[in-house]
């Protein structure tokens, strides 16, 4: 196969890789990337590249003063450009920061190793220093000629050609990729994973659920690629998977179900999250998905779906604070899709450029507002006067819309009759926009028009509007909206992207760990049509996604952070991924599809607590009735300024803003909520009572299949022994009273069979909770 | 700090796990592993985890201090929703004098209003209902509203000269807690748990308290996150010690069952988990074990903390009978004290109720009456302990209220909308001067004339104490690097000693 594949590639190859900027890629970029490097300990490179060994030292250290930000450089003298570093200075017009290849005339190499505080770059006062190692590395550079390359990201991607392997490792052109840079690096890829733990990998990865008992024994039986390549067709069409995927664009698109300041107010944004399901759910290719949010509206004879689709950009926060001028929030409305475009589809921090220049990236103020332009001809309103007031531009819609077009929208869970919904418009008269002057909503400067910067691609001849900012993003040429969607793909499926900043792919952001392949996947994405489920199913073909987690000694000290890939990356489970697990573990979990967001269980007192005089449904908690306690996650309603506590601690985005990567962090009161939570006791208990049902009087086979359930493997010898004394020990505290059997299986809405012997059932409750809390539940292995 | 150490902290987050990895190599890992605790590694039965910080409690990023530092906790007693300085600090005989006269144009010189007094025809002046007194050493005036802090004048400096930029509840609040005004920052004591980290392996290092207040008890709303952690690793966000009946979210043992229970759940735990990290060598097992020692520890250093039934009568009668219901901010000042025992870095109370837009008279009496007499003894209780010298309490709102009446003034009553140029905080503890007025309003209490104190000032000026200084404590996030001051404040070097 790996033969084959081979001939393959070569005949694919024929495009010759051209990009200077990644060709320079030498087998030493790990040691560019200082987050991971104690400096002291670095080997300067014999070749200094400018991409990966220069530029970040410039950008960090230097361009704060010396740098795009035409206000804020001193001295009249610039690092980014080398027109600007070559030139001329001083009154006398007698020396040079930079002379290409004479150090001894480069006044730089001077001021950064002086010892007098006055001539000393970066000056004391910056708070900013250059290690030893760093100073090094700009020597050698205007050494060896001081040459500049364009930022990597701002260069559109090019065709790589796909390296040439005489190793029978490897799949696709992906292991390719990566077998070169584990070459450079003497690494050896890991063995393939076993089947129970690649099947709950995928399934985890593509659903945010884990695989079923039947998904498990049909997959050992017959563990082909065949097989697995059908497993996973399966998964990318089930609705899980369409949820999976919404999940994470509510975090982009800072989806919440409440206005998000001071009272903050119910809104009704749910259809819109229907629909962002129903388009995945649909593999609405990425270029249609996107172009719908920004500017469905604009569309020739737009349908509802279009405008319904636009509700993406009216997912900021509204204030409703008495008192505030509107005005300013209505700036801080149109600077969020500023942002959130930056974010999510750019991959660049266009926020940093709102108060004056950025100061690390070529964009200007002016451009900032050229971008914000795009968003500021809405007819909305800064303020709402009340709970009841709703924020135009709006649709309404009824179950004529639905019957009509908006078929997907779960209206029979709805009380509500004519649901408004936000979306984009608009004005019959457009408003002119201004750079604002640092920034402030009031301080008109320059009346500015719909436009793009030059460094990233000019605008060319679109209309000036949302539609043709749509357009300019799916350009073939454009440097960043292929690499940025598809680096978040690749994200969710090894936990960084090649990126690891997915947010930024600026100056300041992290470099691609395997750039060609950045490049390889970006115009394949584009090329075969922005289908995000082939991309998906071509990594998870791959022999790199199927590795085995386990790491040696050896491979720690070398690559800690797994940039190289020579192993796959443990993950924990995302706060939805974990608490829909406990629900499918027990039973419980309601496959309803969309519809008003719920309430599950949730501590008592704590909107209460915090909540104003403003009253309106926000002001105190009610769960929701029946099975909607049990929904999945994704349909929990989100407060914004009182988010779900629960999620919260496992690292959900907060809603406030576009964010395209969460923390992964580990905390006491992560403990806290997997031993404490309702959610979790009841899940447990749900679970112990199915297997008692299930496999009546044998307490070993119980637990095995709890376990089972939970980690999606048997559990061996050693293990089914402890938990059976586990539950041994737990059964003897139920039955002499150190368990107050009555209380503890009250807990939560379930019943409980009356046929089943209490004590057992609260000591097998107690050890399918401890299964639930092994590190290996909440992971995906 | 080193720009290591900020680079380690943001791989920590990046991929923290992979990182751990590292950090158990040894490879410029201490600093890391004794950030995130110091019995991280303490199984160590492989050999392979060998970093182990030695001291109790959690390091933070700063190797060390910028300067040495005066106090090493701060309890911050906020009171949410704007008090009125004119009725309890900034003595204005000439708004009394002037009662029912316009605000003259040239002293509201263009000061933006908020859209709750802009309709107004009028802007009537009112000066206080209640009579003002010197007290202590230095004479200085004290509302009758707050006999208590009158009689500790001496002990504090309060600030007359605070202003802000916002002028709207949300953005000032989240300005004061996170130093900017649109949400999404680090607040104060998350910055501080970064820097700093814990001398408390049992409790977090940031940890807040809520009650309500009676003035205006359906007044202003919090939001949770105010104590969040923003851009900084979840670890450092506060937690918040409730009144309800979990002290702190999921604290409690599920019902029925037995701290016993528990533990026989956690040995059942970490030799799974302990198995399982033989099999994979990933050290991020070894942490979740750590994590729930933590937890374990705390579901019994939280409620010893807030069981305040064993304080002796005497305190009882310093902090008021409001300190014996759990909840209110007598009982929570109380707490405060006891949290600061047990060296929690940030304390932060949050007393709702100061909005008090109409019928101000009678909303500040009462609300005066919840804060006075506990505020007080919580600095008379740290004096007589010796934590008042190592500890920094801090007093006040998020802005001012207007010299004017808002909507009708009667014999009896008026009301003052939100005023953002000039309000009065005060400060009490290490280094603080004692007995300081500092800063100054014109007669009108409208504008100030001397000695301006910004938030971003104040901000600085509390990092400053804790020997940081507030221009190096970077956080760099999305290519920059933030800090809790954004681009401004200055150490405010008068009132220190």
Same mark, same amino acid.
């Given at each position: ?173 992906? %292991? ?450 029946? &099975? ?130 209490? %004590? ?22 | ?272 988990? &302990? ?126 209220? =207007? ?13 003052? &909308? ?71 404040? =200055? ?7």
């Amino acid at each position: 196969m790996a033969a084959k594949f081979l001939n393959r590639i070569v005949k694919i190859a024929s495009v010759i890789f051209s990009c200077i900027v990644l060709i320079s890629c030498t087998p030493n970029t790990d040691k560019t990337i200082a987050i991971s490097e104690g400096a002291s300990q670095k080997q300067v490179p014999e070749k200094i590249d400018f991409t990966f060994h220069v530029k970040p030292i410039l950008s960090d250290r230097c361009f704060k003063c010396h740098g795009p930000d035409k206000n804020a450089v001193e001295g009249n003298f610039s690092l980014h450009s080398p027109e600007e570093a070559y030139k001329v200075l001083g009154e006398l017009k007698d020396h040079f920061a930079i002379v290409p290849g004479d150090v001894s005339k480069s006044e730089l190499v001077k001021r950064i190793y002086s010892d007098d505080s006055n001539v000393l770059m970066p000056p004391p006062e910056s708070n900013l220093v250059l290690e030893d190692y760093e100073k090094a590395i700009l020597k050698k550079w205007i050494e060896q000629g001081a040459v500049y390359k364009t930022h990597w990201a701002f260069v559109p991607p090019t065709q790589p050609e796909v390296p040439e392997t005489d190793n029978d490792w490897g799949n696709n052109e992906i %292991d390719a990729f990566v077998l070169k840079i584990l070459k450079q690096n003497n690494l050896k890829s890991n063995e393939r994973a076993s089947n129970e733990k690649l099947l709950r990998r995928i399934t985890f990865d593509l659903t945010g659920l884990p695989p079923t008992m039947k998904q498990i024994k049909s997959f050992i039986e017959n563990p082909t690629d065949h097989t697995y390549e059908t497993i996973i067709d399966s998964l990318l069409e089930s609705v899980d998977y369409a949820e999976n995927m919404a999940a994470e664009w509510m975090d982009i698109a800072r989806y919440a179900d409440t206005h998000g300041y001071q009272d903050d107010f119910e809104r009704t944004m749910w259809p819109w999250r229907d629909w962002v399901i129903h388009a995945f759910k649909e593999n609405m290719p990425y270029d249609q998905f996107v172009t719908y949010q920004l500017a469905g509206d604009l569309l020739p004879n737009a349908n509802l779906e279009q405008i319904l689709a636009t509700g993406f950009n009216r997912n900021h926060k509204i204030t409703a604070e008495g008192g505030v001028i509107p005005e300013e929030y209505r700036v801080e409305y149109v600077e969020d899709r500023t942002t959130t475009l930056g974010t999510a589809f750019l991959g660049l921090t266009l926020e940093c450029a709102r108060c004056h220049d950025h100061k690390y990236d070529p964009i200007s103020q002016k451009e900032h507002f050229q971008f914000y332009s795009f968003f500021n001809t809405i007819p909305e309103q800064g303020l709402l006067a009340n709970a009841a007031e709703l924020p135009t531009p709006y649709i309404t819609i009824t179950s004529k819309e639905v019957d009509d077009v908006l078929g997907f929208i779960n209206l029979q869970k709805s009380q509500m009759k004519e649901i408004p919904v936000m979306v984009m418009k608009e004005m019959e008269k457009p408003r002119s926009s201004f750079v604002l002057d640092r920034g402030v909503y009031n301080q008109h400067t320059t009346e500015v028009f719909p436009d793009t910067p030059e460094s990233i691609l000019p605008f060319n001849e679109y209309p000036k509007n949302r539609l043709g900012l749509a357009k300019w993003l799916f350009e073939d040429e454009h440097p960043l909206t292929a690499r940025v969607a598809v680096n978040r793909l690749w994200q969710r499926m090894f936990g960084n992207g090649i990126v690891a900043t997915s947010f930024d792919f600026g100056n300041q952001g992290a470099l691609p760990t395997h750039p060609e392949l950045l490049d390889f996947l970006a115009i394949k994405y584009r090329t075969e049509g922005w289908d995000t489920r082939k991309i998906l199913k071509y990594i998870a073909m791959s022999a790199t996604y199927q590795q085995d987690t386990k790491s040696t000694k050896e491979k720690l000290e070398q690559d800690p952070e797994n940039k190289f890939l020579a192993r796959a990356s443990r993950l924990r489970l995302s706060a939805e991924a974990i608490r829909d697990q406990a629900l499918v573990f027990s039973g419980l979990l309601s496959r309803d599809v969309g519809g008003p967001s719920v309430k599950p269980y949730q501590p008592e007192g704590i909107w209460e607590e915090t909540t104003g005089g403003g009253g309106g449904s926000t002001a105190s908690y009610t769960l929701s009735e029946g &099975d909607d306690v049990y929904r999945k996650s994704l349909y929990t309603f989100w407060k914004r300024t009182v988010p779900p506590p629960s999620m919260m601690i496992f690292d959900s985005s907060s809603r406030d803003y576009c964010s395209v990567k969460r923390q992964e962090t580990n905390t006491p009161l992560q403990a806290l909520v997997l031993l404490n939570d309702p959610q979790m006791v009841e899940a447990a208990r749900v679970a112990a009572v199915g297997e008692m049902i299930a496999n009546p009087g044998a307490e070993s086979e119980q637990i095995r299949m709890l376990f089972y359930k939970a980690t999606s493997r048997l559990p061996n010898e050693v293990e089914i022994q402890s938990l059976v004394g586990y539950y041994s020990q737990m059964l003897k505290k139920a039955e002499n009273g150190e368990i107050n059997v009555s209380e503890y299986l009250s807990i939560g809405r379930s019943a409980v069979p009356s046929e089943l012997n209490t %004590d057992a059932l609260v000591a097998m409750a107690l050890t399918a909770h401890t299964i639930l809390n092994l590190d290996e539940t909440i992971n995906r292995g | 700090m080193s720009e290591k150490k900020i680079l380690e902290e943001r791989a920590l987050i990046l991929n923290r796990r992979s990182f751990l990895g590292k950090a158990a190599m040894g490879i410029g890992g201490i600093g890391l592993a004794s950030l995130i605790g110091n019995n991280l590694y303490k199984k160590g039965s492989n050999g392979l985890f060998t970093a182990d910080s030695g001291a109790g409690g959690v390091k933070g990023v700063l190797d060390s201090l910028h300067h040495p530092a005066k106090v090493k906790r701060v309890i911050y007693l906020f009171q949410s929703g704007g008090p009125s300085q004119l009725e309890l600090f900034d003595y204005k005989p000439l708004l009394n004098q002037r009662r029912g006269e316009d605000l003259p144009e040239s002293i509201r010189d263009g000061q933006r209003l908020t859209g709750m007094t802009s309709g107004q025809d009028r802007f009537p002046l009112v000066g206080s209902n209640f009579g003002f007194q010197k007290h202590g050493k230095n004479g200085t005036w004290i509302s009758d509203l707050l006999p208590h802090t009158a009689k500790m004048v001496d002990d504090i400096c309060i600030i007359k000269s605070m202003y802000t930029e916002a002028i709207n509840h949300d953005p000032a609040v989240t300005f004061f807690q996170t130093g900017s005004q649109q949400p999404g920052r680090p607040s104060i004591g998350s910055w501080l748990s970064y820097g700093l980290g814990s001398e408390n392996e049992n409790l977090p290092a940031f940890t807040v308290l809520l009650s309500r207040g009676t003035g205006r008890p359906n007044g202003q709303p919090l939001y949770t996150r105010l104590w969040g952690n923003g851009f900084l690793h979840s670890l450092h966000q506060g937690v918040q010690f409730r009144a309800a009946k979990d002290p702190v979210l999921y604290l409690n043992d599920p019902k029925g069952t037995t701290a016993q229970v528990k533990r026989a759940m956690l040995d059942q735990l970490e030799e799974l988990n &302990d198995q399982h990290f033989q099999e994979t060598g990933d050290p991020e097992i070894q942490s979740r074990i750590s994590q729930y020692e933590m937890a374990y520890r705390m579901q019994t250093s939280v409620p010893d903390v807030m069981d305040t039934t064993k304080e002796p009568d005497y305190i009882y009668k310093m902090y008021g009978s409001d300190a014996k219901i759990p909840g209110t901010y007598a009982a929570n000042c109380l707490l405060a004290r006891r949290l600061a025992e047990k060296d929690v870095r940030f304390i932060q109370l949050y007393h709702m109720g100061w909005d008090q837009h109409d019928n101000l008279p009678g909303a500040i009496q009462k609300q005066a009456k919840d804060v006075d007499q506990a505020s007080a003894a919580l600095i008379a209780d740290l004096k007589q302990r010796g934590l008042l010298e190592d500890t920094l309490v801090v007093w006040g709102g998020e802005f001012g209220r =207007t010299n004017y009446s808002q909507g009708l003034l009667t014999d009896t009553t008026y009301g003052r &909308d939100h005023h953002p140029r000039c309000f009065t905080m005060w400060m009490a503890g290490g280094g603080i001067k004692q007995g300081m007025v500092y800063g100054e309003t014109d007669e009108f209490g409208y504008n100030i004339v001397k000695n301006p104190v910004h938030v971003h000032d104040f901000q600085a000026t509390m990092l400053h104490q804790l020997g940081i200084d507030h221009e190096k404590f970077t956080y760099k996030y999305q290519g920059r690097r933030f800090r809790l001051t954004d681009v401004e404040g =200055t150490v405010i070097k008068d009132i220190l000693t």
